[in-house]
């Protein structure tokens, strides 16, 4: 059975972005007010709702409430352009299992709602690395050989700058991990290296990253 979502946003922009990051993964509804999300979570049942939390008609906390009354249990991730730490804290106190700030890349997205697409989480996307190097067999062996023999030095960089809470610093060494990571098929290490460029005093985004690092580390691939 397919996974559905649902895409609770108002800009035309914005929703058609979420619509095409999730598509790959099941089927995705929209909607562009709570008073139409309240209609369609009422007629489906929904694996993932991602809400902007700022719509035309209320704020997406107390709909999210009054949804929970209704025995609506569907996991939901806030969307906000104003996330800092105390209205993240909010907005996971008012029922959200992640808050997003906006704007995001698809790869930061994904990365995120990983747990609920059903995604793959491999390190390497060989069929990506490919398709990047033209095909070569022997081009990609080898330029994968190069970026793991670089990736224990860029993680100790990481670690050094989030301990010295150096974002330039650590912006720099995403930087060169970002432009390594598609050539090599690094797909869930990319989609966590933009997550964390995006807020680089993010906590949990830290964590990922480090963990895409070990997992890839630890499973080198062909």
Known sequence: MSL???VVEDDPASREFARSSLAPFGIVDTARTLADAGALCADNEYALLLLDVSLPDGQGDGWLARQRALSNRTPAVALTAELDAERRRRLMASGFIEALGKPLSEAALRQALAPWLGASTAAWD??????????SDAALRRMRALFI????RQRERVVAALADSDSAGLRAVLHQMRAGCGFVGATALAGAVEALHAEPTNGEAATRLLRRIDEALASPGG
């Open 149 to 152: 023999e670089e990736l224990p």
């Open 126 to 135: 060989d069929a990506r690395a490919l398709s990047a190097l033209g095909g």
């Open 4 to 6: 559905r979502f649902l």
